[in-house]
């Protein structure tokens, strides 16, 4: 099946500091990719929906200027928090979405894990 | 509103036994998706099956069955003979279109499975 990567898988940062995470797609073109954040014991809650080449399109709640993501291209989807605060503290999950395959194809990175002290 | 509920939050067995885990959802849609995702300690998703609203049979995949029934909006998901590598949280989502194009995933909160020998 196709495979995404994230990377880092596990970052530990100061207050203060921004993190990037990166997703690729690893044997497919991705037009689109999203942005998940799960905290512990809770439901995957989808942040932003990175299209390539195009801005970002963040849900509710989502502060765009504190999680700045880029899709610069139809493998790689970056998306840095700027400013981490310990609340920020979360499991990122990033997943992507071939061109072919249906809407309903979807597939899912194995996570960072960010601590923010 | 377009919603997944998983009432059990925790379920545990012992091994060799049958479990199903329930998910309810809502949804205006009359064409969605539905699926479920297993995640193991290691954090990554692992999707499991994908299935549209048009086709109500119901599945079975090895020691895995899944139930869809429309009428009650119900997708249960049924493990046969369960193993200690069963042990995951195993996540229900529905698929949904927006109006203006696009479409979303939705989660449900997950339900904890522990097998124990």
């Known amino acids: 099946g196709a495979v995404v990567s994230q990377h880092p898988s596990r970052v530990i940062c100061k207050s203060g500091t921004s993190v990037k995470i990166e997703c690729r797609s690893l044997?497919?073109?991705?037009?689109?990719m999203f942005w998940y954040r799960q905290f512990p014991k809770q439901s995957l809650m989808l942040m932003a929906t990175?299209?390539?080449?195009?801005?970002?399109?963040?849900e509710q709640g989502v502060e765009k200027d504190k999680f700045l993501i880029n899709h610069a291209s139809l493998t790689l989807s970056t998306l840095t928090v700027t400013s981490a605060h310990p609340e920020d503290s979360s499991f990122y999950i990033c997943?992507?979405?071939?061109?072919?395959?249906?809407?309903?194809?979807?597939?899912f990175g194995p996570g960072t894990r960010l601590l923010v002290l | 509103a377009q919603k997944v509920t998983q009432a059990q939050t925790e379920i545990s067995v012992v091994e060799k036994e049958d479990v199903t885990l329930d998910c309810v959802y809502e949804t205006r849609d009359t064409t969605y998706y539905l699926f479920w995702y297993k995640q193991p300690p290691s954090g990554e998703l692992v999707f499991l099956i994908r299935r549209n609203s048009f086709d109500e049979q119901n599945e079975i995949s090895g020691r895995y069955s899944w139930n869809f029934q429309k009428s009650t909006s119900s997708f249960n998901f049924t493990i046969t003979a369960s193993q200690v590598v069963d042990s995951a949280v195993y996540f229900c989502a529905l698929r949904w279109s927006l109006t203006g194009g696009g479409n979303k995933l939705t989660f449900g909160t997950g339900t904890q499975l522990k097998v124990e020998l």
């Open positions: 997943s992507a979405r071939p061109p072919t395959g249906g809407l309903e194809t979807q597939y």
């Open positions: 990175s299209n390539e080449g195009s801005k970002a399109t963040y």
């Open positions: 044997d497919f073109q991705a037009t689109t």
